[in-house]
């Protein structure tokens, strides 16, 4: 249904968190290498508990090899505090791609002027969201936009 990419993610506990918010929503999580941890690390493993059986995982040895797994026409939205485009004003569709920085850095200038940008607002002034929240905001939008109706059991 949607994918989540983390670029280069340092914290393993977000990977695990972004991990379970994937396994819930059937959403595919892209892990593009170097990673700030291994994989599978124990922080990794107790941040997504029993859900990461359930997580659709793709590990990309590089930013190259992740773009060259892209096919023609797929849309990636770019994540960054200086997005143009304030993420709930966004129209997602099925199979987009939701691109998220290291926790340290975000995503290098290059990659945001490829994409379009999204924010998130921080109306009480901070800089940024823990990568494992904003990824959470991000993809049940996107999940609501593209399934529709929540109400349904």
Known sequence: MLHIVLY???????????????????????????FGFRLLDPAMKRA???????VCLVEHASW???RASLEPGTRVWATSSAGATVY???????????LFGPESSGLPPEMLAQYPGLRLPMPGGGRSLNLAVA????????????????SAP
């Open 48 to 54: 997504g508990m029993d859900y990461l059986s359930g």
């Open 135 to 150: 990824v959470g905001v991000l993809a049940y939008e996107a999940a609501r936009q593209v399934t529709g109706d929540w």
């Open 64 to 66: 190259g090899h992740y």
């Open 8 to 34: 280069q993610p340092e914290i393993a506990q977000n990977a695990g968190n972004a991990a379970r918010t994937c396994a819930v929503l059937g959403a595919t999580l892209h892990l593009v290498r170097p």
């Open 88 to 98: 709930s004003h966004a129209r997602f569709s099925r199979g987009d791609h939701l």
